[in-house]
């Protein structure tokens, strides 16, 4: 494939107005007859070929103007249709095409899954209908007639319905009319047989919304969440951004094959069934939390993304950086801001941190790509919405607000770029963005050193902060970036100092460190003070501060920032399992020190139960790949395994009878309630049950297996599976064998339990994930199938996919070069499983190489796995 670049943009040479589309489903084969009303765009160039993409399709006929076209008037090819001299004033352009969905494994364009036909066209899935001009800069008005048979009966498109009847042949149609001009991409028709919940939704200028969620059938009472979910988030944009529905129907419908989480098509949102499908005895709060924010997520992609949608794809981030942001502030109103904050920053870095760090790094807004879909990622999605909380520290939530309007009002009906985003925020807020810009050009995660000098005689602070950013592929020298950084003082007693510069005046307690180093000094501070730095996370950036484990301590129990009093435990507990690490790997046993002892002792007597879902954060300690990111370079997994076992016994023991205790007291009495309050008291109690057998595993074990036993939700039931995994033995099989009968026609609950069993630390789980390939339940097809074995295994048992012998790596090696023929998007998402492997020690490192190798020379490679391999090599 051939490099894209962001430079060589130029506007098409011809634009489509109305786009009127015939489906006559079949599983086999299906026509598409497509009726393009064509002009020259005035900003192209005049009397070029008119040249349409195409991917994989047949022409069955062609005709313009309503005339069949001469076969030397154009050339066609699966992936191509060019007229060679169209005429120079708009013309209607007649495509037949025809497409197979049942044989369409790679599940972009129309496809079939467990008999419902959908649709995915992000990113250049509409090409694989109909031959299109398809860039998200051209935007049409479609129509879309559906035809089926009676074993069809639901059919669903775009916009509003405005025709439906019976056909003569016993079939019948369907016609959705879309007002809002789009790109193809949003494009979607759904046909089958399903169920739905429905309602009605009024906005707030009181128009009424037909809303519904369609999922498989005999399962709508497992959609109900979903729905409710979605009414919440049309409430919330209308509340928080000013922003009405404005469709007269909004559908979501469920499928069970689908490579991402879902898709935000103009009033037809398609979803992987796992974020859409939910009861108490199927999903965990975590599911729970999950189809709260996709569902949201895809919602508020109507205004950023559909009404304002991107002008190329290098724009990614417009619509994904700022609608996630969007769905993070979402949950965070219906549930606890200061968790919300630190769960997001755990995603962060532990999946945007390393890819800015490796082989993959790129800017948030790309400048050139291969194939565009491996960029769909954690630095586009989850950097980007960093980026815009930071404009909105560094501008104000006012002016970020008026930025919003201004963005909404101008662009309306656009595909706009990030230069035009980011100049409604600089004329909102009178400020010069430009350095702040820098944030979507540079790839890499910023370094900011701290450090803090107390003079006792003038009573000042003098704070000196310093960044770099590291040398990404491409990109040797950095900088400058803007990094606001809020901060804050806590004094002796543990009490918060107010702020003053050194002239006196109040300070905001946000420094814009937006040179290579910057100082400044705060007066009138009595007693040295322990700074807090970072507060809220204010950017994504690696803090490096020169605090004892002591002063970290004391923000742990002081600080007035939920988010640092977290970060503080965790910074400690890094340190301590590091140390761990060197001791392992130096011959010497590690030892649990008695200052984190103490303080989560005195934590969880006086305040673990205030906040149980904060205190869950809290006791599950930095995980294996914080760790190893912590470490960077010479990674050895076993030695970092063993090292956070041992810290985690040792923890476990010296606060055993506590742990217990709690663990007694948390039990949830009332009826099962997926909210934040009562998901926080069962995150603690697990979260304890979890550190207890880390110190004790038999009577861990114990409780986990009463816990098993009794449970009536799945998050109890899971815990309990997992954690009896962690002691093995035959409880382990005994309970892994009780859970797959009673869920062994629920294949999204599988899942869970491919993905317990992949996750076990130990030599023997590679043929165990092995013979699971095999299980009746398993697919390789199904991408939820294929992520919850083969995905947990890659990307979520560090030990074990780097086993010392290379097989882990061979293994997954194997079934990548397996999967991509079939579904190239799915086998590239596993590969980039290996995107650390540069970071391990030499014997792993070398047999990470040789699987990366051993995918590079497969044939045929797919352009997706191709690129996404040829960058983790280079
Ligand atoms: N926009 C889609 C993702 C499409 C991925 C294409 N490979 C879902 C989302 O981000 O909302
Ligand atoms: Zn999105």
Partial sequence: ASLIRLEDYRPTDYLIDTVALTFRLHPTDTRIVSRLSVRPNPAGQTGA????????????????????????????????????????????????????????????????????????????????????????????????????????????????????????????????????????????????????????????????????????????????????????????????????????????????????????????????????????????????????????????????????????????????????????????????????????????????????????AHPVRPRAYKEINNFYTATVYEKGAELIRVLKTLIGAQSFR????????????????????????????????????????????????????????????????TQETPPTPGQPDKHPMVIPVALGLVGADGREIALKTADGAPHDGIVVLDTAEKTITFSQVDSSPTPSLLREFSAPVILDIDLSDDDLLRLFAYDTDPFNQWQSAQTVATRIIRRAVDDIRAGRTPQTPDNLVHALAEFLDARATRDPAFAAQVLALPGESDIAREIGSDIDPDAIHVARKTIRAGLGRALADKLAALYNDLAVTARYRPDAAQAGQRALRNAVLDLLTAGDPTRGGALAQAQFDSADNMTDRIVALATLTHVAGLACENALAAFAARYADNPLVLDKWFSLQAMIAEPETLDRVKALLDHPAFSLSNPNRTRALVGSFAMANPTQFARPDGAGFAFVADIIIRLDPANPQLASRLATAFRTWKTLEPGRRAHAEAALERIAAATPLSPDVSDIVGRMLD
């Fill in 402 to 465: 008026r930025g919003m309007d201004l963005y909404f009002d101008r662009h309306d009906g656009t595909a706009a770029t990030i230069e035009e985003f980011i100049a409604c925020f600089a004329e909102a807020s009178g400020q010069d963005l430009a350095a702040f810009s820098r944030w979507y050009e540079q790839a890499g995660t910023p370094r900011v050193t701290a450090r803090g000098i107390y003079d006792a005689g003038n009573r000042t602070y003098t704070l000196t902060l």
């Fill in 49 to 360: 070929p008119l040249v349409l993409d195409g991917d994989d399709l047949t022409l069955v006929s062609i005709s313009l103007d309503d005339a069949p076209l001469a076969q030397d008037a154009y050339t066609v090819s699966p992936s191509r249709l060019v007229i060679t001299a169209p005429p120079q004033r708009p013309f209607t352009l007649t495509l037949e095409t025809a497409v197979n969905p049942t044989a369409n494994t790679k599940l972009m364009g129309l496809y079939r899954s467990s008999g419902v036909y959908c649709t995915q066209c992000e990113a250049d899935g509409f090409r694989r209908i109909t031959y299109f001009l398809d860039r998200p800069d051209v935007l049409s008005v479609y129509t879309a007639r559906i035809e089926a048979d009676a074993d069809t009966p639901l059919l669903l498109g775009n916009g509003n319905l405005v025709e439906a009847g019976a056909r003569a042949d016993g079939g019948h149609f369907a016609v959705w009319h879309d007002p809002f001009p789009k790109p193809g991409y949003l494009f979607a028709i759904v046909g089958g047989d399903l169920d739905k919940v429905e309602d009605v939704f009024i906005t707030a200028s009181g128009r009424e919304v037909k809303v519904a969620v369609y999922v498989e059938k005999g399962k709508s009472e497992r959609a109900r969440y979903a729905l409710d979910a979605l009414q919440r988030s049309m409430r919330w944009d209308e509340d928080v951004f000013g922003r009405e529905y404005d469709l007269d129907v909004f559908n979501i419908v469920a499928v069970s094959d689908f490579n991402m989480g879902a898709m935000e098509n103009k009033g037809l949102n398609i979803f992987n069934d796992k974020y859409v499908l939910a009861s108490e005895d199927t999903a965990t709060d975590g599911d729970y939390a999950n189809i709260e924010a996709i569902i949201a997520h895809e919602y508020f992609h109507n205004w950023t993304g559909n009404r304002i949608t991107c002008r190329d794809w290098f724009q990614l981030c417009l619509k994904e950086g700022l609608t996630v942001f969007r769905d993070q502030e979402f949950s965070s109103d219906a549930r606890s801001r200061a968790v919300k904050r630190i769960a997001d920053v755990r995603v962060l870095r532990a999946s945007q941190f390393p890819e800015d760090a490796g082989p993959l």
